[in-house]
Nanobody
């Protein structure tokens, strides 16, 4: 069973930075399978933020975070960790951030939450103005 554990959320002032981590376990992940980050603000639907292949080569971002957020992977020493480096944070980035796994090897990435069968518990990110 796939397990995803997020960490790194918190309270930060506008313009600040945070790095979220997601530790994945429970199966062997193919290099062409996908990890994603989504977020859900109060009263809003869960939205796609970024995704990356486990080979670290292919990434995708929602337009609102391009140039500010960076998604990456670390598979050294049998670790399976996905990071989301968030810079120049804005109050509108405030949300619960979720890590998600699509373990099927496929071409390209998906930005729909329905394509990701495995989810972490979420970590709160609050950006004050």
């Amino acid at each position: 069973q796939v397990q995803l554990v997020e960490s790194g959320g918190g309270l930060v002032q506008a313009g600040g930075s945070l790095r979220l981590s997601c530790a994945a376990s429970g199966r062997t992940f193919s290099a062409s399978s996908t990890m994603g980050w989504f977020r859900q603000a109060p009263g809003k639907e869960r939205e796609f933020v970024a995704a990356v292949k486990w080979n670290g080569i292919y990434t995708s971002y929602v337009d609102s975070v391009k140039g500010r957020f960076t998604i990456s992977v670390d598979r050294d020493n049998a670790k399976n960790v996905v990071y989301l480096q968030m810079n120049s944070l804005k109050p509108e980035d405030t949300a619960v951030y979720y890590c998600a796994a699509d373990p099927v090897p496929r071409f390209g990435v998906r930005d729909s939450r329905t394509e990701y069968p495995y989810w972490g518990q979420g970590t709160q990110v609050t950006v004050s103005s």
